[in-house]
């Protein structure tokens, strides 16, 4: 055999010993395989209590608590946690994070949906201030069409709501300078970006300002009623 500096001659004489490294390698390697194993299912088990999903009134919407752990600095929680979702059947690939600042109180953004085929899952939550958060279900074969659901979310109760394809979303500020983080697992569209007034009078929301009070964008201002939409969701 022919010598090179990266794997050199092994002589007859010295075959035993090359194979009782090889061997020794092997269990060493097997063993922190082993290991690996072990500490990844201890990560499993310990962290698959992390989020805990309360059902609402409108199918397919939950709301998502993290839990938080607390100490004399303050506290800790994970704020998402795909393989904790995934376990509870929650299953969405979400590719993008957006965040929206409203610095005044009383700031309304919505109502607003991606159709398909750019139709949005969506998981809202609060990391500065306080929203009361509302969704429409605008799935025309739903049974709960046209109703709505209304949900206080703030960075002091750490509440999420995730809110499926086939509904209208929006929330009103309730704290100044709030700052507010949403996930999707469908990029944003600008083609495909729609929504239903604020204030239509047949979803009978409670907004907690009237209308005089609210800053409101002009293209918000100016969206349809629900019953002029077309049937963007019929199944």
Known sequence: MQASPLCPAVGAADLP?????????TLHFGLAMDDMTDRMSAAHTIRRNVMK???????GVYLV???RLH????YFYEHYNRLALEEKGILFDFVQDNVSFSQRVATVRGLHFQSPPSAQTKLV???????QDVIVDIRESSPTYGQHLSVDLSAENGAQLLVPRGMAHGFCTTLPETLVLYKTDVYYDPSRDLGVRWNDPALGIKWPFDQAQVTLSERDKALPFLKELPRYFPA
Do not use: K, N
């Open 17 to 25: 010993a090359a194979i009782s490294l090889v061997s020794l390698v």
């Open 125 to 131: 939550s609060v990391l500065r201030g306080a929203i």
């Open 53 to 59: 999903l309360e059902t609402v009134s409108l199918p």
């Open 65 to 67: 608590v993290p839990e």
């Open 71 to 74: 100490d004399g600095r303050g």
